[in-house]
């Protein structure tokens, strides 16, 4: 009301010049000025991966052409654990329904009823190549931790079992995130598990750089989640590392979908 009036008490050649520009004054400009020492366009800066002023995006970086190397990666794939170089995922392997994490958890029920008992764990440990103690151990911690989230009811299980249907709800924090809340696999977060940490070889770990992952992953406070991930990607390293020290991208796509877990006991039965 008052603009109309003000508006009109100008003549009419201001008012000819004041509203147009007004109207322009008003909008609101795509352009966002971050500072002057940005040369590249608003579009380009929207696909950058690094900000000047964080540096650790430029020491953990990540793939930008994962796209073309590989359809959708941005989908997380209930049924096989892909990448660029298996797009369709460990070939001539039956994903029986499961998801890929409880393919990875299918392989300890060693008599297929669906549920893990602390010595099925054992038993997996041992069969993969684990130490006694560290088996015995591992079947212990593993079951204490994981029985109670997954079981289908409000009561704990006196024999520490762990159901394999409900194994998402035992996803623990501080991890890579490869798998996501549902249980299924997230390519973009495999492959930045080497692009931010494989310094030494593109698509392998050294240990030192699977603890440098170890640390970036941790959230905070979240102790329990610190722990599981460092049994985890430690005990992986110790019985899946190769000659030369390294724990190749290929060993741990086949961890994430349980395949790796048969190889191995099917070279330590051969042995």
């Known amino acids: 009301m008052t603009l109309q ?3 009109s008490s100008l003549p009419t050649r201001c008012s000819r010049l004041a509203v147009p520009h007004l109207r322009r004054s008003c909008k609101f400009s795509p352009r966002v000025s971050m500072s002057s020492s940005f040369s590249s366009s608003p579009e380009d800066q929207s696909l950058e991966t690094e900000a000047p002023h964080a540096p650790v995006t430029r020491e953990r970086r990540l793939n930008p052409d994962l796209q ?6 941005y989908l997380a794939r209930a049924l096989e654990a892909v990448d660029p170089s298996h797009p369709q995922g460990t070939k001539g392997r039956d994903p ?7 393919q990875h958890a299918a392989f300890f029920d060693r008599n297929g009823d669906g549920i893990i008992y602390p010595w099925e764990t054992f038993q997996g440990l041992r069969a993969i190549g684990c130490a006694l103690p560290v088996s015995f151990l591992g079947a212990i911690l593993i079951n204490l931790v ?3 989230p997954t079981q289908p009811g409000w009561l704990p299980s006196p024999l520490f079992s762990i159901h394999i249907k409900n194994i998402h709800k035992g996803k623990h924090g ?3 995130e490869a798998y996501d809340t549902e249980g299924r696999f997230d390519p973009s977060k495999f492959d930045a598990i080497f692009s931010k940490y ?4 593109p698509n392998a770990l050294t240990k030192d750089e699977l603890i440098s992952m170890l640390k970036g992953n941790r959230n905070m406070y979240d102790f329990l989640g610190w722990v599981a991930a460092a049994g985890e990607w430690l005990l992986l390293y110790s019985v899946a590392k190769d ?6 991208r290929e060993t741990v796509r086949g961890a994430f979908d349980g395949s790796l ?3 191995l006991q099917d070279n330590k039965k051969s042995s």
Not at 68 to 73: A, D, E, R
Not at 243 to 248: A, S, T, V
């Open 198 to 201: 494989g310094r030494t070889h």
């Open 261 to 263: 877990f048969e190889r």
């Open 5 to 7: 009036l003000v508006v």
């Open 243 to 248: 000659k030369d020290g390294l724990l190749q």
């Open 68 to 73: 073309k190397q590989l359809p959708k990666p």
């Open 96 to 102: 029986r329904g499961l998801s890929v994490l409880q």
């Open 146 to 148: 994981l029985t109670y």
């Open 174 to 176: 501080s991890d890579s």
